[in-house]
């Protein structure tokens, strides 16, 4: 076995494609707003692990980046932060409302028989009272949004730290 560092070469670092809150500066605000109200009433653990999955799924870097920080900073484990790729082999790292959240989220995202399905909705319906699912829902919703931004616009992960906006 060796002791000698090995040298790690990383790809160069991708070009934004776009600017959009500079040359879209009222759509950005919105959207800060909007993500403001979609978390409201939300735990700051729970609201950041669907807004992780669901980066993940859309394949968000930027996002992910951001997210996984501020779980970071909201006082979530890096052990649950890493499994949440693998959530369905990991359920025993979260509860069942988080579990709940998690799945609603990537129904959500998806959307691949062109709906939510029953059982997922109303598994999550189960675990959040209804003013809460709503803000679920919501901050699905919008990180969905803020996701299709970043991938848009190629927007780089790694320059984020926790207390900032995008």
């Known amino acids: 076995m060796s ?4 040298t790690v070469e990383y790809a160069t670092e991708h ?3 776009l600017s959009w809150a500079e040359h879209a500066p009222e759509v950005y ?3 800060v707003r909007l993500d403001t109200a979609a978390k409201k009433g939300l735990d700051a653990k729970l609201y950041e692990l669907v807004k992780i999955r669901a980066s993940q799924v859309n394949h968000c870097a930027f996002c992910l980046d951001m997210h996984t920080r501020d779980a970071l900073a909201a006082g979530e484990s890096v052990e649950r932060i890493v499994q949440l790729g693998a959530w369905e082999e990991s359920r025993h790292f979260y509860t069942e409302k988080e579990l709940a959240a998690i799945e609603l989220t990537e129904a959500v995202t998806v959307l691949t028989e062109g709906f939510v399905p029953d059982e997922v909705y109303e598994k999550a319906a189960r675990h959040f009272e209804e003013a809460e699912l709503a803000q ?13 931004f970043g991938v848009t616009t190629r927007m780089v992960p790694g320059h984020y730290r926790p207390g900032q906006h995008a």
Do not use: G, S
């Not at 002791?3 to 090995?6: D, G, L, P, R, S």
């Not at 901050?139 to 996701?147: C, G, K, L, Q, S």
């Open 136 to 148: 679920l829902i919501a901050a699905i919703t919008v990180i969905n949004a803020w996701n299709r």
């Open 15 to 17: 070009t934004p494609r």
């Open 29 to 31: 605000k919105a959207m």
């Open 3 to 6: 002791t000698a560092q090995e």
